[in-house]
């Protein structure tokens, strides 16, 4: 009877413990689901959604988007777009840990897109035009003097006006020299040439490569695009010609060695595709 008794004591004590925390447990209000992460990469994707926020600077216009992928930065050539007007940026080029010098404010991810799509918004009003003021600063302007390949110079600050219709990176190569640089050393090091032979096989992956900058295009999307030549690769596929993009100025016909992250089928938009291209390089002398 006694063990009985303490049985039953046990059960009632456990249930009077028991019943309050599953009454708050049922009380507790769920959380929220979490929005949408943005994606690592969002290249090549149309982005859709209401303008968060928005600024313009040194011709660009910066939109944060609350896209299906989640709340987007995204620059575009600038253009007259209001918050909470529901914009269609077009596809374009995803860049990480991206600084903007003149809003002092550097981005985790930013899409560089080409503009807006020319269709009716909320409210029936077409997406503006993106301006490119005289001086060639917007975004058309600037992927169009990477398109002006050898005949354009060095790749300077030639008005909107000067370049033309765009021709793409095919356009942007630069024609082989003769030139003959030794190639790099240390581990991962390759020359022009095998990073167009091994290029499928190297993406993803750090290289050195050591040539001579035959051309700078300065400040297109925020980066320094050279072309450098090492007097290897096929001239008639194009593979001669080498674009590395970095934060880095070594000047034109200085001899280099770069160090970064090669991409195989890099497609950037706007008849941008590449190959092979290294990326964020560090730039030795």
């Avoid at 706007?270 to 291209?277: P, Q, S, T």
Wanted: charged content about 20%.
């Amino acid at each position: 009877m006694f063990a009985l008794r303490k049985v039953l004591v046990s059960t009632a004590l456990s249930l009077t413990l028991i019943a309050p925390a599953a009454a708050l447990a049922e009380e507790k209000p769920a959380s929220p689901s979490a929005p949408p992460a943005a994606s690592s990469s969002l290249d090549g994707v149309a982005l859709q959604g209401k303008v968060l926020e928005t600024m313009n600077s040194n011709g660009y216009t910066y939109l944060q988007v609350d896209a299906a992928q989640g709340k987007i930065w995204v620059a575009i050539p600038e253009t007259s777009v209001k918050t909470g007007q529901t914009v269609n940026c077009k596809p374009g080029m995803t860049m990480h840990n991206f600084t903007s010098k003149t809003l002092n404010r550097s981005f985790e991810a930013i899409v560089f897109s080409p503009g807006l799509e020319k269709e009716a918004q909320e409210g029936g009003q077409p997406a503006a035009d993106a301006k490119t003021d005289a001086k060639g600063t917007g975004f058309d302007a600037a992927l169009q003097a990477e398109g002006r390949g050898a005949q354009g110079g060095q790749g300077g600050d030639a008005g909107a006006g000067d370049l033309g219709p765009s021709t793409g990176s095919a356009g942007a190569v630069v024609p082989s020299a003769h030139v003959n640089v030794n190639k790099a050393t240390g581990p991962n090091s390759f020359s022009v040439g095998e990073c167009f032979e091994q290029g499928k096989e190297l993406h993803g992956k750090t290289v050195r490569v050591r040539g001579k900058v035959m051309k700078i295009s300065r400040m297109i999307m925020g980066k320094n695009w050279l072309h450098i030549q090492d007097g290897t690769g096929n001239p008639l596929k194009n593979q001669h010609d080498l674009v590395v993009t970095t934060m880095e100025d070594p000047g034109e016909d200085s001899v280099v060695t770069v160090e970064g992250t090669l991409a195989s089928e890099r497609d950037f938009g706007a008849g941008y595709k590449y190959d092979v291209i290294i990326e964020d390089a560090k730039v030795e002398k």
